[in-house]
């Protein structure tokens, strides 16, 4: 099992989640992040961190659209380890929904310094 962030987390990235992963598997988006699913160990630390609810175990129904993309933006996208800034206007993105069609950008974002 490993776990996947969804499109929940998309202009959330409130970046809860980075802090206590134990092996730095998030990597970061211009306006979401992802978990490679090679490199999770299926601790579940990150899952009750995440305020947008965006962190899924794969045994999850809903996770299994977003393991590939997970998988596919982490070989793109740079890694990081440290909890950064999250957008000024995460709160009012949190819990909407079909955030991936119309929000969701392809774009790296800035990895760990």
């Known amino acids: 099992m490993t776990y996947v962030v969804s499109e929940q987390c998309i202009k959330c990235k409130y970046m809860d989640c980075v802090e206590v992963c134990p092996v730095d598997c998030f990597y970061v988006g211009e306006n979401m992040l ?18 947008a609810e965006a962190i899924l175990p794969d045994t999850d129904n809903r996770a299994e659209a977003w393991v590939e993309m997970n998988r596919e933006y982490a070989a793109k996208w740079p890694n990081i380890t440290r909890k950064g800034e999250a957008p000024a206007d995460a709160d009012k993105w949190k819990g909407v929904a079909d955030k991936f069609k119309q929000h969701f950008s392809p774009n790296p974002g800035e990895g760990s310094k």
């Open 34 to 51: 992802v978990i490679n699913p090679d490199e999770c160990i299926d601790c579940g630390v990150c899952e009750p961190e995440c305020p």
